[in-house]
């Protein structure tokens, strides 16, 4: 992946001692992430923000892709960034839903668990 950095308050997580199988984990990202670019000079920067407006990532220099260019691994992983907090609010949603017996499929709910599970040994 691109050379990114975490800054600012948008990443505290809170992360109560449970079984990552049974509760969903609480987060506290202030989302939603946007993604604005700033130029700089000729080149482009990615700035993702947190609801409270503050700086979260600040990408390295690339150029927006024009017309039919490729997309830059810089951009598709900004995105992919910006949309981790949506993510992981889905997976906390689908391991809540089994929990209160509501239908799930098998696949989604083990992989929502993993992912939480993921989520919770980079906190410890």
Request: a negative charge.
């Amino acid at each position: 992946m691109v050379g990114l950095e975490i800054q600012g308050k948008g990443n505290r997580m809170s992360s109560p001692a449970q079984n990552s199988h049974q509760q969903p984990l609480a987060h506290d990202l202030y989302s939603p992430w946007s993604l604005c670019f700033e130029r700089d000079g000729t080149e482009d920067v990615a700035v993702i923000s947190d609801a409270d407006g503050e700086e979260l990532l600040r990408s390295r220099h690339f150029w927006l892709p024009e017309a039919d260019d490729p997309m830059p691994q810089t951009l598709s992983s900004m995105r992919l960034v910006v949309a981790a907090p949506a993510l992981l609010d889905l997976a906390n949603q689908i391991v809540l839903a089994k929990s209160h017996d509501e239908s799930v499929p098998a696949d989604i709910y083990h992989a929502a668990v993993r992912i939480l599970a993921h989520v919770e040994a980079k906190e410890a």
